[in-house]
C-alpha cells in the first residue's frame, strides 16, 4: 500500500512538473562563471548569459581533423536555450558541424539533455572548448555579444585553457554522435537544486520528489546515450551546496564520457 502511494506521488510529481514552468534543475558550476554577463538574449524571463549558438570558422584542422567550421554554444542552459538550438540547425542547410560546448552559471538540467537529444538527433559530433572571436579581441563582452547574436560565420579559433565541462555540459555533450574532450579539460559535477524561474521557491517536500524524478529521468537519459547512468549519484553524492568532484580523464573512455578514437 506504501510503495503504491510512493509510485501515485511520483507519478503526480511528474504531471505537476510538466504543468510548472519553474520545476527545474539548475547547476551552479564551480569555477565556471563569467566575470561580465552579457544582456538578455530573449524576452521576458531570459537571464542574463543565456546560451547562445552561433557559427564560428577557423583555420585548417582547427576543429579536428578535417574541420574549420563549428557551432559554438556558449552560456547557461536556460528554458528556452533548446529552440536557439534548432533555430541555427536549420539554417545549415544540411551542414552536419560538431557542436563546441562551453557552459558556464546555473543551467537548466532538464533542457541541457534536450539539447544532447537534438544533437543525436541530428546526427551531429560534439566537444567542449571555449571560442574565441577574433573580432572580439579588446571589446568588452557586451559589445562581442552584439557581434555573435546574429549567428555569424565569425572568423575564431578555439581554446581550452581552464576549460570545465561541468554537468550541463556532460549532459549536451551526451547527445554528441562522437564526443571527445581536450586532454587540459576538466569536468567538474556539482549538486543539484530545484529552482521556480517565475516565483518563491517550491515547499522542501515536493522539491525533493522533484529532485527524484528529475534524477532517474537524466539515469534513463544518459543510459540511452551510452553514457555510465552512475553519474547522477556521484551527483546526488555531493548535494545542494556540496564540494563539487573532478572526474579524472583516466574515467572518461570508461564512463563513456567520450567515445572511442577511430
Known amino acids: 500500500m506504501i510503495g503504491a502511494r510512493k509510485r501515485a506521488d511520483r507519478q503526480g510529481m511528474s504531471s505537476t512538473s ?39 570558422h577557423g583555420t585548417a584542422d582547427s576543429c579536428g581533423p578535417g574541420c574549420s567550421d563549428w557551432i559554438a ?8 536555450s533548446y529552440k536557439r538550438l534548432i533555430a541555427i540547425l536549420d539554417r545549415q542547410a544540411g551542414r552536419k558541424l560538431p557542436v563546441v560546448i562551453h557552459s558556464w552559471g ?18 551531429l559530433d560534439a566537444t ?26 565569425l572568423d575564431a579559433k578555439l581554446s581550452v585553457s581552464d576549460l570545465i565541462c561541468d554537468f550541463a555540459c556532460v549532459l549536451a555533450l551526451a547527445g ?24 518563491a521557491n517550491i515547499p522542501a517536500a515536493q522539491r525533493e520528489s522533484l529532485t527524484e524524478y528529475f534524477g532517474e529521468q537524466h539515469r534513463k537519459y544518459l543510459h540511452e546515450m551510452g553514457i555510465a547512468p552512475d553519474l547522477v549519484d556521484i551527483v546526488d553524492g555531493i548535494g545542494e551546496g556540496g564540494r563539487p568532484i573532478v572526474i579524472p580523464s583516466s574515467d572518461w573512455a570508461r564512463m563513456h564520457i567520450v567515445t572511442p578514437r577511430e
Open 18 to 56: 510538466a504543468r510548472i514552468v519553474s520545476g527545474v534543475l539548475a547547476l551552479v558550476a564551480a569555477g565556471a562563471v563569467q566575470a561580465q554577463q552579457r544582456p538578455p538574449i530573449g524576452v521576458f524571463g531570459s537571464p542574463p548569459d543565456a546560451m547562445i549558438f552561433y557559427v564560428a
Open 73 to 80: 554554444a556558449e552560456g547557461a542552459v536556460q528554458w528556452d
Open 106 to 123: 546555473v543551467s537548466n538540467l532538464k533542457v541541457a539533455s534536450s539539447l544532447g537529444r537534438i544533437l543525436r538527433d541530428r546526427g
Open 128 to 153: 567542449a572548448g571555449t571560442t574565441e572571436v577574433a573580432a572580439c579581441v579588446g571589446k568588452p563582452d557586451a559589445e562581442c555579444f552584439t557581434l555573435k547574436r546574429p549567428g555569424g560565420p
Open 176 to 199: 554528441g554522435v562522437h564526443r571527445s574532450l581536450p586532454q587540459a579539460a576538466k569536468v567538474v559535477l556539482s549538486g543539484r537544486s530545484v529552482r521556480n524561474r517565475l516565483a
